[in-house]
């Protein structure tokens, strides 16, 4: 089977690379554009450790063919930081000791971030519910969520202090 | 994991023309259940035929005085149209219950029809909203109802070459009001033991003139089960019309033993989670009169 090419725009920045039609966007990400930030767990849309965010919305990468991304914006966890500085949001999961192994921890950061991004003042609630989709065997979510709805406060903070 | 080519077709005519030449392809919505099944070694396309890039297919738009939902529209879509969640908010949530937001950013309304899961969360409530889908084929378009289209675990009745364009909802009669609930043993990323959609309408004397409930996950495919809607019809939803609507549920049911429930246990929650819709239904009836 012949690769297909495909450009797209990732963290912001044009990248192009060529796939197998088949093959995920998970796959790409980690085998051809070495960005391996992004997680395999499940492989089946159940983990949530290759979330990544497509035209903003967020998806598993297992789950989306590699040539549906041509033309598109993918984030993913290499894109939090900024200036090699880290986000308050990954901040905030060292602080808390929000991860133990930390293969979750990627598809935590992208969803998190993607709940902050729309929502800078979550309740408990909503952020159990936001994060149902992403598992973490080792911490028991208590000490995620309670990193997440701090950085929301830290985040809310630096907004009216700007 | 294949040799599947992908196709974007740019319009349904370019599909239906893609998928006459490459027998063995499949329809791509979401993906959520089409690539897990590949990677399963459970489906072997020989080309994906991506819908969402057709024009049309994805998104909510008026149609006569109901609405038209585009086959491809991810099921987070729907809770973007104040005037679908006002009309019909049982369905907007039934597709919400799906997965997690991950999933339900990609999963669509078509494709949760056409993988023909007997749990499909959206179906019973699509079912009890009197929705038909408009199918596209080789032979041109025929609109069919939902309550039609399953025919089994994993079939629909789909002829080769043929794909759901859009599911077509009615408006919301004066009066109406619809609920779906299911039971799952936590409250986030499961599949459906039981569920329940009830859509009914309530006349000005508050008596009801219309109802229809359909179960999901009690049967090989989601069940409209008239008796139950007939149960309430003339009542005001009070007690003993729940009564005789949960017991004509129940009776309708014909579930299996599984690790998510035994047959028992799906009978019974039926009932409860239709009384429990029916009761939501009646709410929102009441605030639509």
């Known amino acids: 089977m012949s690769k297909v090419l495909i450009a797209t725009k990732i963290n912001g920045e044009a990248h192009e690379f060529a796939c197998e039609p088949s093959a995920s966007l998970l796959d790409a990400l980690r085998d051809d554009l070495r960005l391996t930030g992004t997680k395999e767990g499940c492989g089946s849309g159940d983990c949530g450790a290759c979330t990544v965010t497509l035209d903003g919305e967020m998806v598993c990468a297992c789950l989306v063919l590699a040539p549906e991304v041509a033309g598109r914006q993918v984030g993913t966890v290499e894109g939090i930081a900024e200036d090699g500085a880290l986000h308050p949001l990954q901040a905030k999961f060292l602080e808390h000791a929000a991860l133990q192994c930390g293969f979750c921890t990627p598809g935590f950061l992208v969803a998190a971030k993607n709940l902050l991004d729309r929502n800078p003042d979550p309740s408990e609630h909503e952020v159990r519910f936001w994060l149902a989709g992403n598992l973490c065997r080792c911490t028991g979510y208590d000490k995620i969520v309670r990193a997440v709805l701090d950085a929301a406060a830290e985040l809310r903070q630096e907004r009216a202090g700007a | 994991m294949t040799t599947a080519t992908y196709h974007a077709p740019a319009s349904l005519s370019e599909a239906l023309g893609l998928l006459a030449a490459h027998p063995g392809a499949q329809v791509l919505a979401g993906g959520t259940d089409l690539i897990v ?253």
Not at chain 2, 168 to 190: C, F, N, V
Not at chain 2, 252 to 261: E, F, S, T, V
């Open chain 2, 37 to 289: 099944q590949v990677r399963a070694g459970r489906a072997a396309p020989s080309a994906f035929i991506d819908i969402k890039t057709i024009a049309g297919l994805t998104g909510v738009r008026r149609s006569g005085e109901g609405f038209a939902i585009g086959a491809a529209t991810p099921c987070t879509a729907l809770l973007k149209d104040a005037a679908l969640c006002a009309a019909w908010p049982g369905v907007v949530e039934a597709a919400n219950l799906i997965g997690s937001v991950q999933v339900r950013n990609r999963a669509t309304m078509g494709g949760n029809l056409c993988n023909a899961s007997p749990a499909a969360d959206s179906v019973p409530a699509l079912i009890a909203a009197g929705a038909t889908c408009l199918i596209a084929g080789p032979q041109g378009e025929r609109e069919v109802a939902v309550t039609d289209l399953p025919q089994g675990p994993g079939r629909v009745a789909l002829q080769p070459g043929e794909l759901i364009v859009e599911l077509r909802l009615p408006a919301r009669p004066m009066g109406g009001g619809d609920a779906y609930l299911r039971g799952i043993p936590r409250s986030e990323m499961d599949i459906a033991v039981a569920g329940a959609g009830v859509a009914l309408v309530l006349g000005a004397d508050g008596l009801c003139t219309a109802a229809r409930v359909a179960l999901g996950a009690v049967a090989p495919t989601a069940l409209l089960v008239p008796e139950a809607g007939a149960a309430l019809v003339g009542t005001r939803i009070d007690d003993a019309a729940l009564t005789r609507m949960a017991a004509a549920a129940q009776a309708a049911c014909k579930p299996i033993d599984d690790k998510r429930g035994t047959a028992v246990y799906r009978i019974h929650m039926a009932g409860v989670l239709a009384r429990r819709a029916a009761l939501i239904a009646r709410d929102r009836a009441e605030n639509n009169a």
